[in-house]
Antibody, heavy 126, light 107 residues
Framework: QVQLVESGGGVVQPGRSLRLSCAAS????????MHWVRQAPGKGLEWVAV???????QYYADSVKGRFTISRDNSNTLYLQMNSLRAEDTAVYYC????????????????????WGQGTLVTVSS | DIQMTQSPSSLSASVGDRVTITCRAS??????LNWYQQKPGKAPKLLIY???SLQSGIPSRFSGSGSGTDFTLTISSLQPEDFATYYC?????????FGQGTKVEIK
């Protein structure tokens, strides 16, 4: 069965860095795009980033562009490197599998997020 | 960026009621619209993809419709396990965006 397990969350001071991991199992990881989505306490869902199945393209929300980096490796693991963290980055971070999407040139579209991890909490506070 | 606006933000309904949630995109997104359900402390769950396709394992009382800029999620007969928050999400372009959510509460 498909499993996504996030780790790496915790309490970090503003301006510092943190790397989240998402261990995938139960499917051919290299065939699927992957997303990060976050949710601040008591707030709605906010999309963070996507990486294509082969790692060739990544896209980011404006709120994290230039500070966060999404990546993946052959050990079936997705990462989110978070630098220059701010208080407003405090949230539960979910990884999710992308399914059903298409690629046309530099753009991907039409996917949905069919499996999600349980989330890992990142708290940015001094 | 494409803005997604849901209405209402919350609603109260009784078991057995028909419930309708709307989602409007700031520009046309064709049928690239997904619906998710989230219960407190849990990860979101995919209900509807491509505006009207029911995800495997989801009860048939859930349905979706719409295209272009206006979309609807309908629960035909609300069940106790359906009290949750519902989000729409566009997958037409990056950055992907979610609606602000609709909380369905017990009347």
């Amino acid at each position: 069965q498909v499993q996504l397990v996030e780790s790496g969350g915790g309490v970090v001071q503003p301006g510092r860095s943190l790397r989240l991991s998402c261990a995938a199992s139960g499917f051919t990881f290299s065939s699927y795009g992957m997303h990060w989505v976050r949710q601040a306490p008591g707030k709605g869902l906010e999309w963070v980033a996507v990486i294509w199945y082969d790692g060739s393209n990544q896209y980011y929300a404006d709120s994290v562009k230039g500070r966060f980096t999404i990546s993946r490796d052959n050990s079936n693991t997705l990462y989110l490197q978070m630098n220059s963290l701010r208080a407003e980055d405090t949230a539960v971070y979910y990884c999710a599998r992308s399914v059903g999407g298409r690629i046309r040139g530099p753009e991907d579209f039409g996917d949905s997020l069919d499996y999600w991890g349980q989330g890992t909490l990142v708290t940015v506070s001094s | 960026d494409i803005q997604m606006t849901q209405s209402p933000s919350s609603l109260s309904a009784s078991v057995g009621d028909r419930v309708t949630i709307t989602c409007r995109a700031s520009q046309s997104i064709s049928s690239y619209l997904n619906w998710y359900q989230q219960k407190p402390g849990k990860a979101p769950k995919l209900l509807i993809y491509a505006a009207s396709s029911l995800q495997s394992g989801i009860p048939s009382r859930f349905s979706g419709s719409g295209s272009g800029t206006d979309f609807t999620l309908t629960i035909s007969s609300l069940q106790p396990e359906d009290f949750a928050t519902y989000y729409c999400q566009q997958s037409s372009s990056n950055p992907r965006t979610f609606g602000q959510g609709t909380k369905v509460e017990i009347k």
